[in-house]
């Protein structure tokens, strides 16, 4: 890591920790998906949610909870349908085809209508997003200057892992750490996955600390209506970087 | 000043749960602003604030093109609302089509001026506000009290009573359990909505996308989870580029709640969508199909063509003219009446609303101009509440008992000592011995209400600086004595002590004759025309003996000669260029002193240990903060500060006279600061403060001494009367 990555990091890190959100440095694939194991555990997490996350996926942290009982749900359509179906989606499989496994995951007979079976699919994702106890995402940027994880996504559930369970884990690349808010917007734009015809994300959701608030009277309260607790696992080791 | 708002003032300053959250809220706001302005440049930011919000308003029509073609491109149905009226009813039909019975809203103030959660509830539909505040003042069936905290004047008991309430469960008064509760009901509410209603803290032409700002996580909920998503945006919150909208939350926030950064910021461009189903690129994965951008003009358009009030639209809503509001902090939002609060308030009413509930709003200002400082995007709120009172006068006329005293008494010098001195005669059963009014009559007595009064002075300055009407030829700096009204007949002997320290330091003071009141009683009621002819009466009397200076006692008065005569001569450009040349010669009098005697060496301590108080318009109309101090320092006193020495004593504006117990209120702050300092001596260089300082002390019997500055050194220089 250059020293002005490690800058960046340090940056971040002292200014998201102060907006009460739990900074941890993983130094290895490992490292990441024990911290995440060992926080569920403590917090007797019992299902999670994810994001797309191709670092979370080369950490294999999915694996990893599983393996300790803890259901994880994705979220990502493509990646929900690649998990009924027990593996990657080729893009080849037929409409049929996805009929077939998303009738089964909801038990219900749907039409081969992609109307049908997208609101059929909306509903069991935005319930497990209610259910789960942790949500794991990944921020494609992060903004030393606040502390801000930046996390993007063309479908709304990425915002619903963030927000709805109690717990939320988000990974960065610490590649990914740019110096000041100005710099986002050259990062998104140098993003791929962006479906044809797009300029920019639906979704492009900036979170720094953990939410809290002082309207009932007496204190100001952590907690206020998204998770209880933020933490942030910066990924060192890892080599590629999206941005 | 109506009998409706002088209720809204005394039902808010007796409001004891109101009075001490406010308080304390105000306090952590300053402390945390503190922390997170630290290590940045506030001019240089509001400076780029202020750009970008320039060119934005100024390139409107083209940005708007393009946050049209950008959203629609993107999948969002762009509506361009003329009115309240027009946005509501859109709305509303698509409420209705889509057959929406329940709707999840986000803060917005654009939402509460069209009135929408109220239409759409008279059309059956449910609609629950999801900021915790916001909800706890809707089910309270009132307004909010403050942008930071809506809820701030509720006890916990009465929070426990409304969310029990709501949730139909018996909560005790446990703050965490009553956020449990609430976090779970309005979690609720979300997943039972048919559609979600946000505002937009700013919206991106370059993208076509909508910037959501929230703390509470509400705002990525309400306009996630419902399947249509709405959104209404004034159209003044358009900017050009990502770039433009970063450096806007970079100061938000920071002036907001004292944060470098919101908790979640939500850029949002178009529906959500998703490529996973074979066949197509369908709308609404995981978040809503149908997004619908209502743009609302409702008096934008008009306000962005008026070269006066056109900087109202530079307001990023953040909140932080209210902060720094003397009056705000005395009795919060819901006096005002309506959802735009304080100075801006009154501007932002009267074009967006209703021109009399504007006036309203506009007469709680005191014109001391803390907002016009710590404004980040730099707006003169002050000058702009200014220009609607002479256009409220244009067009409705002033009271007939205003236009009387204005024109008929404050025009006329002679006539107005005539008055005075009758006034003098009339009060005597009410002067006590020390010469002071501590009672009055029937319905005057409001006037000695807050503070005890001096009596009228026998004969005026006027009459007893005769002998100086005119300078001798000698080589010594010439100074002009400009003394206004408080001086002239509340307290000629400071007049007296003015000339005397002036001579004694090698100047040569008189007093012109022909000077007159300066017009600022009128010119801020909007008789624009009497103030004119009094600017006309004083440059001409002012000018005579080409003086070198002019020193006045009275800032506002200053203000009024250095500032308002050249706005006021605009159309005569040369009575424009003699009030150019009058404005360079104006000078405080401790400014003045420390320029005629530069090399005058520091005297030794005296032991003794004063406090100064700083004038509004001395400090922030000419910026005049440190000479002052250095004056007093330099005859050998030892100056203590107060805690916020530049905050307004309740004089400024008619507030003293319209509200005196908003005035009261303003004033026992002041007084609290001064009496914690431990020093026996307040100085301040403002004669109206002399008055107010020195009535609010004695109705608390304390032994306090309030002198302008030209008093403590006349007796440092053994000058007797």
Redesign the interface.
């Known amino acids: 890591m250059c020293a002005q990555v490690a800058g960046l990091v340090e940056q971040f890190e002292a200014?998201a920790s102060r907006?009460g959100a739990v900074v941890y440095e993983a130094s290895s694939a490992e490292d990441a998906c024990n911290y995440i194991l060992k926080l569920a555990q403590e917090r007797d997490v019992k299902t999670a949610v994810k994001s797309k996350s191709r670092v979370a996926d080369e950490v294999k942290v999915k694996k990893h909870l599983e393996k300790a009982g803890i259901e994880v749900k994705e979220?990502?359509?493509?990646e929900w349908?690649g998990q009924l179906a027990g593996e990657k989606l080729t893009g080849r499989?037929?409409?049929w085809q996805?009929e077939k496994l998303i009738s089964k995951a909801t038990g219900k007979k749907l039409d081969p209508d992609?109307?049908v079976?997208?609101?059929a699919?909306?509903g069991a994702?935005?319930q497990y997003c209610?259910d789960a106890d942790m949500g794991i995402s990944e921020a494609d940027v992060a903004i030393a200057?606040?502390?801000?994880l930046v996390i993007v996504g063309?479908?709304?559930?990425?915002?619903?892992v963030?927000?709805?369970p109690r717990i939320h884990v988000t990974i960065v690349n610490c590649q990914n750490v740019v110096p000041?808010?100005?710099d986002?917007?050259a990062a998104l734009k140098s993003l791929r996955g962006n479906?044809?015809?797009?300029?920019?994300?639906?979704?492009?959701?900036?979170?720094?600390?953990?939410?809290?608030?002082?309207?009932?009277?007496?204190?100001v309260?952590a907690?206020?209506?998204?998770p209880a607790e933020e933490h942030i696992i910066l990924m060192k080791a890892a080599k590629r970087g999206s941005a | 000043m109506s009998r409706a708002m002088t209720k809204r003032v005394h039902k808010a300053l007796t409001d004891e749960n109101l009075q001490t959250a406010l308080t304390r809220l105000l306090g952590l706001i300053k402390f945390v602003r503190q922390i997170a302005f630290a290590g940045l440049d506030f001019d240089s930011l509001s400076h780029e604030i202020r750009r970008i919000k320039e060119n934005s308003i100024a390139n409107l029509p083209q940005l708007v093109e393009q946050f049209k073609l950008q959203a629609t491109k993107a999948g969002a149905v762009v509506y361009e609302a003329e009115d309240a009226e027009d946005a509501v009813k859109y709305v509303l039909k698509l409420a209705q089509e889509r057959k929406v019975k329940y709707i999840v809203k986000s803060k917005s103030m654009l939402g509460e001026e069209i009135e929408l959660r109220e239409h759409l509830h008279k059309a059956g539909i449910g609609v629950t506000e999801t900021d915790i505040g916001e909800w706890i003042v809707q089910l309270a069936g009132e307004r909010p009290a403050h942008l930071v905290g809506p809820a701030i004047h509720k006890t916990i008991e009465q929070v426990a009573e409304l969310i029990s309430k709501a949730t139909g469960r018996e909560l005790g008064t446990d703050p965490q359990a009553l956020l449990d509760a609430a976090r779970r009901a309005l979690r609720q509410t979300y997943i039972d909505a048919d559609m979600g209603i946000s505002g937009a803290n700013i919206a991106i032409a370059e993208t076509g996308t909508l910037v959501v700002v929230t703390n509470e996580g509400n705002g990525c909920m309400a306009t996630t989870l419902p399947p249509v998503y709405v959104a209404v945006v004034g159209y003044e919150k358009i900017v050009s580029s990502w770039r433009d909208a970063a450096a806007i939350f970079r100061l938000l926030s920071r002036c907001t709640a004292g944060m470098k950064m919101p908790v979640y910021v939500s850029h949002i461009t178009g529906p959500s969508r998703t490529d996973a189903i074979p066949g197509a690129v369908l709308r609404g994965a995981g978040g809503p199909g149908e997004v619908h951008i209502v743009l609302v003009d409702n008096g934008r358009w008009q306000m962005r063509e008026s070269d006066e009030f056109r900087e109202a639209l530079y307001c990023i809503k953040c909140g932080t003219c209210l902060n720094v509001c003397p009056v705000f902090a005395s009795v919060a939002g819901q006096v005002y009446g309506y959802v735009y609060q304080g100075g801006i308030g009154a501007i932002l009413t009267a074009f967006l609303h209703d021109v009399d509930k504007a006036e309203e709003v506009a007469s709680l200002c005191l014109g001391c101009m803390a907002c016009k400082e710590a404004c980040p995007t730099r707006i003169d709120i002050p000058r702009m509440i200014t220009r609607l009172r002479a256009s409220l006068a244009e067009e409705k006329g002033l009271p007939w008992l205003n236009r009387m005293v204005y024109r008929s008494i404050l025009k006329h010098q002679p006539r107005l000592d005539k008055v005075i001195r009758i006034g003098s005669y009339l009060q005597q059963p009410f002067v006590d011995a020390d010469l002071m009014i501590r009672r009055l009559p029937g319905p005057l007595n409001t006037l000695t209400q807050a503070i005890s009064l001096p009596a009228l002075a026998r004969s005026p300055l006027r009459d007893m600086l005769k002998d100086y009407s005119s300078p001798r030829l000698t080589d010594k700096s010439r100074v002009a004595f400009y003394s206004g009204c408080v001086a002239n007949y509340a307290y000629p002997e400071i007049g007296g002590y003015v000339m005397k320290v002036l001579a004694k330091c090698g100047a040569q003071p008189y007093y012109p004759t022909g000077q007159a009141c300066c017009g600022a009683p009128a010119y801020f009621a909007g008789d624009v025309d009497t103030a004119l002819s009094l600017a006309k009466t004083n440059i001409a009397a002012l000018e005579e003996m080409k003086p070198d200076y002019i020193v006045t006692v009275c800032p506002g008065c200053a203000a009024m000669l250095q500032r308002e005569y050249l706005n006021l001569t605009t159309a005569e450009p040369r009575w424009n260029q003699r009030a150019r040349v009058l404005a360079g010669r104006i000078r405080d009098f401790s400014q003045l002193l420390l320029e005629l005697t530069p090399s005058m060496p520091k005297k030794p301590s005296r032991n003794q240990k004063v406090t100064y108080h700083d004038p509004c318009h001395l400090k922030r109309g000419t910026g005049v903060f440190n000479e002052p101090r250095q004056l007093l320092q330099r005859e050998g006193f030892e100056v203590i500060e107060m805690a916020d020495s530049d905050a307004c004593c309740g004089f400024g504006g008619h507030v003293v006279l319209s509200y005196p117990e908003l005035s009261k209120s303003i004033l026992k702050r002041k007084l609290d600061n001064i009496e914690a300092t431990g020093v026996e001596t307040v100085i301040t260089n403002c004669l109206p403060c002399v008055l107010q300082l020195r009535g609010g002390l004695d109705k608390r019997h304390s032994r306090i001494k309030v002198m302008h500055s030209a008093e403590l050194l006349a007796s440092t220089f053994e000058i007797t009367q």
């Open positions: 200014e907006a979220t990502d359509l493509k349908i499989e037929t409409m996805v992609p109307r079976l997208l609101n699919a909306n994702i935005k209610i200057e606040t502390g801000t063309n479908e709304g559930v990425t915002r619903l963030a927000v709805l000041i808010m100005e986002v917007i479906i044809a015809g797009q300029v920019m994300p639906v979704y492009v959701t900036y979170i720094t600390g953990r939410n809290t608030t002082a309207d009932i009277p007496g204190a309260l907690r206020s209506q998204g």
